[in-house]
């Protein structure tokens, strides 16, 4: 334990998505056990849905607080996760990225009045920069993705492959990158596809400039699981970086598991439901908290998993507009015993952990992944936008410790997304399961689970790096008091 005069007291800033929040919580329960001092500042309703978690940290005597500010959006939209998707998205997005820039002034406020030695702030912050500097502390970044997608960004607006290719669906290599990464176009976002000059992509252009001139950036990945790409992000483009994650593995007993996040339904029911099941014979199915099906996607996917004659759990986000019925005829009776549909927020990580599940199906979300290979399951992708479609090609392709479903085409939301046909779907489910190709896969996940626990684990690469961050923000606070 620190003494009072060398504690840290560091600020978090997440962005108010659920996959940059969990991660980021985590992360300050990460530093709170070192000995830290947290403060996490986030709107009023993100500070109500992680309520529990907060308690429970409180609990476990750690020291962390939370400031809460207004993202000035109407009320049930600060959180954009609590939104309705079938709103307006295209107005709401617009809105949302730019009142982010209106919380500069509210955030510099409160990191007066309060004097913190550090600000970790998501990068869609890119202001945080100056705002940090302004207080004369160091800003690290944290995008919540991994260090695989990030290389392939830079490397991609660096030379702009993209450009030189002669259709949507031709493939490109990403160039310089280890490992012969192959790409479409229909794969990138759409700003980039069409050359536009968005809100957006200015925002893009802001965070990579935000990046060079910040402390370094922080991510929830670790050494093992991607080393060629922490060495070029650091070595080649020249980033400073620290890995400390798997994040999610700050929750070590099931009480913290379960109160990770929103509050889940269900789950009592599911593991009870799992409890039942063999080993490695259940697919979990779940799609991050913001990507959306269109009511064919979701008949078909019902179909593909009825075919692959897998025992699954299917989590379908919940949409207050939506009460309409889209599961085929007599689905659920059929299925009964053999597919739990969860409709909401599942304990994902419970989920995962528990013995009885053997793949994930996954929109490739960067906590997804890595929740998924700290449970040591292969998994299926289906990725649709963000980053995911580079995760992708770490989990298939780098790590082999997964199968594509097919989809190609860029969509924001998955709202526009290709039509993936339950064979696809089947197919996929079934090589991941069953057989000696997924054997070998599932050998791999394992043992990238077990690399994973030894990274946090007391010397590990995770757990180094974390330690000489910290000390590197000491020695950062000593020279500015002793100034
Ligand atoms: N999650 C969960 N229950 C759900 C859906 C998602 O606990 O029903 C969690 C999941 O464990 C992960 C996060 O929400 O930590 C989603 O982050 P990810 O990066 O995978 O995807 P995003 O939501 O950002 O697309």
Redesign the pocket.
């Known amino acids: 334990m620190e003494n009072e005069s060398n504690r840290l007291h560091i600020f978090f800033l997440p962005l108010v ?4 929040m ?2 980021m919580m985590d992360m300050a329960k990460t530093f709170a056990t070192s000995g830290a001092k947290v403060t996490i500042v986030t709107t009023p309703i993100c500070s109500t849905l992680f309520s529990r978690q907060i308690e429970r940290v409180h609990q476990l005597g750690l020291d962390f607080n939370i400031q809460t500010v207004k993202l000035g959006l109407p009320e049930d939209w600060e959180n954009l ?1 609590a939104v309705t998707w079938s709103q307006n998205q295209v107005e709401l997005l617009d809105r949302f990225w730019k009142a982010l820039s209106l919380l500069r002034e509210p955030v510099l406020h409160i990191l007066e009045e309060h004097r913190p030695d550090c600000l970790i702030a998501d990068l869609f912050f890119p202001w945080a920069t100056d705002v940090a500097a302004q207080l004369k502390i160091p800003r690290l970044a944290f995008g ?1 993705t991994s260090f695989f997608a990030m290389c392939t960004m830079r490397v991609i607006a660096l030379h702009q492959p993209h450009k030189r290719v002669s259709s949507e669906s031709e493939t490109f290599i990403v160039p310089h990158l280890p490992g012969e990464i192959k790409l479409t176009k229909t794969q990138l976002p759409e700003y980039l596809r069409q050359e536009l000059d968005t809100d957006f992509s200015n925002l893009a252009k802001e965070i990579v400039e935000s990046e060079l001139k910040g402390y370094g950036s922080i991510f929830n990945s670790f050494y093992e699981l991607e080393k060629d790409y922490a060495d070029y992000y650091r070595n080649v483009l020249g980033r400073k970086a620290w890995h400390i994650g798997p994040v ?1 593995l700050c929750n070590r007993d099931t009480v913290d598991k379960a109160l ?3 509050e ?1 339904i269900s789950q009592h029911e599911c593991l009870k439901w799992l409890d039942s099941k063999k080993p490695n014979s259940v697919i979990y199915a ?6 959306k099906f269109s009511p064919e996607q979701l008949v078909e996917l019902a179909k593909g998993l009825e075919a692959s004659r897998q025992d699954f759990i299917w ?1 379908v ?1 919940k949409d207050k507009n939506e009460e309409q019925d889209w599961l085929p005829d007599g689905f659920e009776e059929r299925m009964d015993g053999k597919g739990l549909i ?1 409709r ?6 419970l989920i995962l952990d528990h013995e009885s599940v053997g793949g994930f199906m ?8 890595m ?1 998924g290979v700290c449970a040591g399951v292969p998994m299926v992708t289906w990725p649709m936008f ?1 980053e ?1 479609f580079y995760n992708e090609k770490l989990v298939t392709q780098v790590l082999q410790i997964g199968i594509g479903v097919g989809s190609k085409q860029y969509a924001d939301f998955g709202i526009g997304a290709d039509f993936v046909s339950r064979d696809d779907i089947e197919v996929a489910v079934r090589r991941i399961m069953a057989g000696a190709e997924a054997e070998e896969m599932r050998r791999r996940a394992k043992k990238l689970g077990e690399m994973a626990r030894k990274a946090v684990g007391e010397g590990g690469s995770s757990d180094s790096d974390l330690t000489s961050l910290i000390e590197e923000l000491r020695q950062h606070k000593a020279a500015r008091e002793s100034r």
């Open positions: 998505l659920q996959g940059h969990i991660p996760d919540g999610s990770r996040g929103m889940a779940c799609f991050g908290s913001l990507t989590i986000r969860i909401g927020w599942a304990p994902q990580v996954t929109h490739c979300g960067w906590n997804s992944i929740e963000a995911q």
